[in-house]
């Protein structure tokens, strides 16, 4: 499912570029040298390839604001992963960082976007819309929800243009061909099946961002999936990684799908499909590798 080459990017800036999310835009926007991106990382210094620039949103949220002086759009990647919150990191730091992009959007006349997850849906069942009500059920998709919450209230209180992006499963960044080890063993139901999610792959989602980063007349809260579901099996079977079935407990979710007429009404979407992420997975995977080996030129972008 590789889709066609980015659209023209306008003057964004990227709070958490170091993240995994911020390492396959940094690839695949014109291969981080987009000249009118500037990347942020608390920690630069953790990520292959230069062009990083170092800022604390909370810390020094006036400097935030100073870099953020002639972008259109801020595009907050930064936010507590599950496995930072196990070493220790506050979750309730969602809405603080959103809150600190969305400061500095607002000094700069630009538009905010902010990462959120599908995991503010919970358990609820059916076809997923952004209309629906946030029912998490982990103290991850709890947090992202608080996220939304606060940050629409903000935009209430200002009226700036915010749109939350609920993304779905980033294949290579989820818990299952991110996550694969030896012996690696899923859910599996009596019929076979295995749980069904939302996918999107990383050449798909920085196009649909970077197309993203243009738009103005947004919605508010945006899924960014493609449409249709993907076993984990077949997923994992595409990629000729092996796998062990286990019965599925009473508390597995089978099905979790997003509805994606919002997006595909702004970015026109392939049914997603186990070969074609699977295809975008190993091509993202050799564009990292050739940038932490130093084959690839090192990443470059807007300069202060």
Same mark, same amino acid.
């Given at each position: ?8 990017? +306008? &003057?964004? *800036?990227?709070?958490?570029? $170091? ?10 926007? %014109?291969?981080?040298?987009? +000249? ?46 599950? @496995? ?16 600190? @992009? ?9 538009? !905010? ?7 503010? =849906? ?6 997923? /819309?952004?209309?629906?009500?946030? $029912?998490?059920?982990? +103290? =991850? ?7 939304? %919450?606060?940050?629409? %209230? ?9 749109? *939350? ?16 080890? /030896?012996?690696?063993?899923?859910? %599996?139901?009596?019929?076979? #099946?295995?749980?069904?999610?939302? =996918?999107?792959?990383?050449? #798909? ?5 970077? !197309? ?18 993907? /076993?984990?099996? &077949? ?17 597995? *979710? ?15 979407? /392939? ?15 050799? &564009? ?9 030129? +090192? !990443? ?5």
């Amino acid at each position: 499912m590789i889709l066609p080459q980015n659209p023209q990017i +306008p &003057a964004v *800036i990227v709070l958490g570029a $170091t993240g995994r999310l911020g390492g396959i835009l940094r690839r695949h926007w %014109a291969g981080g040298r987009d +000249p009118g991106t500037l990347w942020l990382a608390r920690d630069p210094g953790r990520a292959p390839g230069s062009g990083l620039v170092a800022c604390d949103p909370l810390g020094d949220p006036q400097g935030l604001a100073r870099r953020a002086q002639g972008a259109q759009a801020v595009l907050c990647l930064a936010g507590i992963t599950p @496995a930072a919150a196990a070493r220790g990191a506050a979750f309730e730091e969602d809405a603080r960082l959103a809150l600190a @992009a969305m400061a500095a959007a607002e000094a700069a006349g630009a538009h !905010t976007f902010l990462c959120s997850s599908a995991a503010v =849906y919970g358990r609820a069942e059916g076809l997923l /819309e952004e209309t629906a009500a946030p $029912t998490p059920v982990a +103290p =991850y998709g709890q947090s992202k929800a608080a996220m939304e %919450a606060a940050a629409l %209230a903000q935009a209430a209180r200002t009226g700036q243009g915010v749109t *939350i992006l609920r993304i779905a499963n980033v294949a290579g960044a989820d818990a299952i061909l991110g996550g694969w080890r /030896e012996g690696f063993a899923l859910d %599996a139901y009596p019929d076979g #099946t295995t749980p069904a999610r939302s =996918y999107i792959g990383a050449a #798909t989602l920085a196009r649909v961002l970077a !197309t993203l980063m243009g738009l103005r007349d947004l919605p508010q809260l945006l899924n960014i999936a493609a449409p249709g579901v993907v /076993e984990m099996g &077949a997923l994992l079977d595409a990629a000729g990684l092996p796998w062990a079935a286990r019965p599925a407990p009473d508390t597995a *979710i089978a099905r979790v799908e997003l509805f994606t007429q919002r997006l595909t009404a702004l970015v026109p979407l /392939e049914p997603a499909t186990a070969e074609g992420l699977v295809a975008e997975w190993q091509a993202d995977k050799r &564009a990292g590798q050739a940038v932490s080996t130093g084959s690839q030129p +090192p !990443t470059g972008a807007r300069q202060e």
